[in-house]
């Protein structure tokens, strides 16, 4: 009786399992592969587990794609490139053509649109490259060449929830990621992806383009590497709310690095940011590396949480933290401040511990916030561990391990992450040094 029990539960376990495998497609598109274009993918009928594999080739791929759909939790719709010995697939934007005729709301603003007149939830974007989707170069819709627009983008999401990419390259578009705000769209992953050159094309002056510009409730930004803007945009534009912004090395752009701003309708948004190193861009033209609370009328009337970065001021008239509104607050602790300039423009409220902040750069009077110094011991070589602090560096172990959230790695220098060891007190800044760093190459 047991065994014939048994025998049923099996055979239904297996009969289901059959009937959600049978609902999953592979599309594999690319050099021998069942489809040669990505027009040929059927990606309008899109199911929950399927998955579209792009397989590298040395000529570019030259579609643009609207998502749809939507995946599940347990059963994503999966967009990937198959790389071939480290290089990705490459969709460009340059003479790109919009296959999926009805796709001509907002003409010409993305190479890869997720959600349209339906909300395209649970998708994964990942290992591709994406270039070129910007206001001097041109798309065909309709059979009808056109130029992209202003504030084109290399992925544009407009309406999905549960949102990744990852390890993709975006490059040369206006923006290289663009969002909506919530409810259209919430909890994007953004992870292990080099991010660089995105801007306003046409107008080398504009600072109305970045290399991402973000919206969204709960987005994570996580190990990525954020290279020089295009033009004037900022690095990092966030209008959002709960974003957290860790291990990523962000450095040399034009404008801000953090320009972490107001959207009205979250009237609260707090923000954690944090084992990031970011580096001010040696032609800089505004002087403001982090910028908190707002840029409208409206303010973020949050608290932004600042701890163990380390942050690279390269102007004598630098400010390293900038607040907006009188109700926005930021609390620093465990950061290395170094170069020149000011630390910050006594508007809001800051406060904080277990610093380290340059002797060159102007405090509030009166306030503690750490320790002071001329030097705070880098390895200083060209590796990718250049900002590792030194043995019997002033920032060794002097941090707290008091801090919002844990912080468990340390940035890659072309994205990714390092688990970050553990040895006695925790070290300031966004690396920590022990003895076990040896075992993965730093002396």
């Given at each position: 009786?047991?065994?014939?029990?048994?025998?049923?539960?099996?055979?239904?376990?297996?009969?289901?399992?059959?009937?959600?495998?049978?609902?999953?497609?592979?599309?594999?598109?690319?050099?021998?592969?069942?489809?040669?274009?990505?027009?040929?993918?059927?990606?309008?009928?899109?199911?929950?587990?399927?998955?579209?594999?792009?397989?590298?080739?040395?000529?570019?791929?030259?579609?643009?794609?609207?998502?749809?759909?939507?995946?599940?939790?347990?059963?994503?719709?999966?967009?990937?490139?198959?790389?071939?010995?480290?290089?990705?697939?490459?969709?460009?934007?340059?003479?790109?053509?919009?296959?999926?005729?009805?796709?001509?709301?907002?003409?010409?603003?993305?190479?890869?649109?997720?959600?349209?007149?339906?909300?395209?939830?649970?998708?994964?974007?990942?290992?591709?490259?994406?270039?070129?989707?910007?206001?001097?170069?041109?798309?065909?819709?309709?059979?009808?060449?056109?130029?992209?627009?202003?504030?084109?983008?290399?992925?544009?999401?407009?309406?999905?929830?549960?949102?990744?990419?990852?390890?993709?390259?975006?490059?040369?578009?206006?923006?290289?990621?663009?969002?909506?705000?919530?409810?259209?769209?919430?909890?994007?992953?953004?992870?292990?992806?080099?991010?660089?050159?995105?801007?306003?094309?046409?107008?080398?002056?504009?600072?109305?383009?970045?290399?991402?510009?973000?919206?969204?409730?709960?987005?994570?930004?996580?190990?990525?590497?954020?290279?020089?803007?295009?033009?004037?945009g900022q690095n990092l534009k966030d209008r959002g709310m709960d974003?957290?912004?860790?291990?990523?090395?962000?450095?040399?752009?034009?404008?801000?690095?953090?320009?972490?701003?107001?959207?009205?309708?979250?009237?609260?948004?707090?923000?954690?940011?944090?084992?990031?190193?970011?580096?001010?861009?040696?032609?800089?033209?505004?002087?403001?590396?982090?910028?908190?609370?707002?840029?409208?009328?409206?303010?973020?009337?949050?608290?932004?949480?600042?701890?163990?970065?380390?942050?690279?001021?390269?102007?004598?008239?630098?400010?390293?933290?900038?607040?907006?509104?009188?109700?926005?607050?930021?609390?620093?602790?465990?950061?290395?401040?170094?170069?020149?300039?000011?630390?910050?423009?006594?508007?809001?409220?800051?406060?904080?511990?277990?610093?380290?902040?340059?002797?060159?750069?102007?405090?509030?009077?009166?306030?503690?916030?750490?320790?002071?110094?001329?030097?705070?011991?880098?390895?200083?070589?060209?590796?990718?561990?250049?900002?590792?602090?030194?043995?019997?560096?002033?920032?060794?172990?002097?941090?707290?391990?008091?801090?919002?959230?844990?912080?468990?790695?340390?940035?890659?220098?072309?994205?990714?992450?390092?688990?970050?060891?553990?040895?006695?007190?925790?070290?300031?800044?966004?690396?920590?040094?022990?003895?076990?760093?040896?075992?993965?190459?730093?002396?």
């Open positions: 009786m047991k065994k014939a029990i048994f025998t049923v539960v099996f055979w239904m376990l297996f009969f289901c399992g059959l009937t959600v495998d049978s609902r999953a497609a592979i599309y594999e598109v690319g050099p021998g592969k069942a489809h040669q274009e990505l027009d040929q993918v059927p990606f309008d009928d899109l199911k929950p587990g399927d998955q579209v594999k792009i397989y590298y080739r040395k000529a570019p791929y030259r579609s643009r794609i609207v998502i749809r759909r939507s995946g599940t939790v347990s059963q994503p719709i999966v967009i990937m490139g198959i790389t071939d010995k480290g290089k990705r697939p490459v969709i460009d934007g340059r003479n790109a053509v919009l296959f999926q005729k009805w796709a001509t709301m907002n003409s010409g603003r993305y190479l890869i649109r997720i959600g349209y007149d339906t909300t395209a939830d649970h998708i994964h974007i990942r290992d591709l490259a994406l270039g070129h989707a910007n206001n001097t170069e041109w798309t065909f819709e309709n059979n009808e060449k056109i130029k992209y627009t202003g504030n084109a983008a290399g992925i544009w999401i407009m309406k999905g929830r549960d949102i990744t990419i990852a390890n993709c390259l975006i490059y040369s578009c206006g923006n290289g990621i663009l969002t909506w705000h919530a409810p259209d769209v919430s909890h994007l992953t953004i992870k292990n992806s080099i991010i660089l050159n995105n801007g306003n094309h046409a107008n080398p002056s504009s600072d109305q383009e970045h290399n991402v510009y973000l919206g969204a409730a709960k987005t994570l930004v996580e190990a990525c590497y954020f290279g020089k803007p295009f033009a004037n974003t957290v912004i860790r291990y990523n090395w962000i450095e040399e752009g034009n404008n801000r690095q953090l320009d972490l701003v107001d959207y009205e309708g979250y009237k609260k948004a707090d923000a954690h940011v944090y084992g990031n190193v970011l580096i001010q861009g040696a032609t800089s033209q505004n002087h403001n590396m982090i910028h908190w609370g707002g840029d409208g009328e409206s303010s973020r009337s949050g608290t932004l949480y600042l701890f163990n970065n380390t942050i690279i001021g390269r102007h004598p008239l630098n400010r390293f933290i900038d607040v907006q509104y009188a109700d926005c607050k930021v609390d620093i602790r465990n950061n290395i401040f170094t170069g020149m300039g000011t630390l910050w423009n006594r508007v809001g409220m800051i406060y904080g511990s277990n610093n380290w902040i340059s002797n060159q750069i102007v405090c509030p009077d009166g306030m503690v916030l750490g320790i002071r110094g001329d030097f705070p011991g880098f390895l200083n070589s060209e590796k990718k561990f250049k900002y590792m602090p030194l043995s019997g560096s002033a920032v060794v172990n002097m941090g707290t391990a008091k801090t919002p959230l844990p912080v468990e790695y340390m940035p890659g220098l072309y994205a990714g992450k390092i688990k970050r060891p553990v040895f006695l007190g925790m070290d300031i800044g966004a690396f920590e040094y022990s003895l076990k760093m040896k075992k993965i190459g730093v002396d």
